[in-house]
């Protein structure tokens, strides 16, 4: 079923219907984005704005889920959300009636708290999921879109696929396991600075715990102070050397939070620290050893609790014409099962994403598109 929006824009589209190759807008070189104002720069824009403007906080993505059926509907696609329960769906939408496709293209719909608003200042977008991940989903979708229109794609060729809970553990894209689908390639939509990931660390959580004995500061051999077996235990993993390799760098250690005793004249009972390690060497069960190992020698009293991890992953960049790179956080990219070709790209950059100042470029976005629209064209003739 190839819908009517396509059909009449097939018919008006002004793009001749050559072959990527002699197309010369593909033969652009991708760094150099601001001189390309395609017709779909308003769309682009509008689409990007009204993702941003819609907060979708990990676990309430209901809005911009309404929203995207309604978007994705109207632009020609079928689309079926999977429902995960608690009001929360993916979106996956096609061309025709073939749910089966060759290439996918997914991005994540959620992003981290405190929402801040859309904001327009000059050739930057600012605000929540500008970057991470709203304008990969933009450029996803118009970059899809294009092709259709262009007639360079057709049924059974490419889906967009659009996950909640990214930021949250994966619960979304863990899901669309259960679709029964494969696909020869996935693109997966993060910011990495338009460049072609050729891998990203993999990370391990765990918390050092301690329990001391309570008592009297001014009696300390009467009790065990629970934050000095903690420092000491702390102290060791910060001078650990963790694995590295020549591909994905150093394995890094950050003790993120740290809490402990009651008062200042009180022996402290009982502390803990919350630590996470970048895996870019080893598997987390191997370096969990070595942190234990360190945390036995330093301060034997310590306990290691592991809470899980993954090792590093490796990602597909067999595809010309693009500068690649290698990101240190983690993905929805492990998550989805299958041996289909693993891309990773998109718009903006990770060091403002998270951030109160996240913000992106508008002729990255625009560039997002022509990025997108080469892996899919050059997936499809794998
Ligand atoms: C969703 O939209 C409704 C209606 O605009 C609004 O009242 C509600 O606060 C929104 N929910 C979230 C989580 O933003
Ligand atoms: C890895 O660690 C070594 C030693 O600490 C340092 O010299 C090197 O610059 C680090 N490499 C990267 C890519 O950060
Ligand atoms: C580590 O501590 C944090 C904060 O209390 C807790 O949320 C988390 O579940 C703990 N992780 C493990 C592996 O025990």
């Not at 072959?19 to 509008?46: E, F, K, M, W, Y």
């Not at 329960?85 to 997914?106: E, F, M, P, W």
């Not at 669309?176 to 460049?195: C, H, Q, R």
């Amino acid at each position: 079923m190839l819908v009517l929006g396509f059909s009449l824009a097939v018919l008006v589209a002004s793009w001749p219907f050559s072959s990527a190759s002699a197309n010369p807008t593909l033969q652009r070189p991708l760094q150099q984005p601001g001189v390309i104002q395609n017709s779909h720069h308003d769309d682009l824009i509008g689409l990007h704005k009204s993702l941003v403007e819609t907060p979708s906080i990990s676990g309430s993505e209901a809005n911009v889920t309404t929203f995207l059926i309604k978007s994705l509907e109207s632009r020609g696609f079928t689309v079926q959300p999977q429902d995960l329960g608690a009001g929360r769906q993916n979106i996956h939408a096609y061309v025709g009636d073939s749910q089966k496709t060759r290439v996918l293209v997914t991005s994540h719909i959620d992003t981290v708290p405190p929402y801040w608003p859309y904001e327009r200042r000059g050739d930057e977008i600012w605000g929540r999921g500008t970057v991470d991940a709203k304008g990969s989903v933009a450029a996803q979708i118009i970059a899809v879109e294009s092709l259709v229109k262009e007639n360079r794609v057709s049924e059974g060729d490419v889906a967009l696929l659009f996950v909640v809970g990214e930021e949250v553990g994966g619960p979304g894209m863990r899901e669309v396991n259960d679709l029964g689908l494969s696909w020869e390639a996935v693109i997966f939509g993060e910011p990495t600075e338009l460049k072609l990931g050729r891998g990203h660390k993999g990370a391990m959580g765990f918390n050092v715990t301690a329990k001391g004995k309570a008592g009297h500061s001014g009696y300390p051999e009467l009790g065990k102070n629970a934050i000095s077996v903690l420092v000491r235990a702390l102290y060791a993993l910060d001078e650990l050397e963790l694995p590295s390799s020549d591909r994905f760098g150093n394995s890094t250690l950050n003790i993120g939070e740290i809490q402990g005793g009651v008062a200042g004249n009180v022996i402290a009972e009982d502390a803990f620290a919350v630590v996470m390690v970048r895996v870019a060497a080893g598997t987390p069960q191997s370096i969990l050893e070595l942190i234990e190992k360190a945390v036995r020698a330093a301060s034997p009293d310590a306990k290691v609790v592991f809470g899980g991890g993954i090792g590093p992953v490796a990602l597909d960049y067999d595809i010309e014409g693009f500068e690649t790179t290698v990101l240190n956080y983690g993905t929805d990219v492990p998550n989805l099962k299958g041996d289909h070709k693993r891309y990773l790209y998109g718009p903006g950059t990770i060091l403002v994403a998270h951030s109160d100042h996240e913000h992106l470029k508008i002729s990255e976005l625009e560039a997002a598109v022509e990025g997108y629209k080469r892996l899919i064209l050059e997936s499809l003739k794998r």
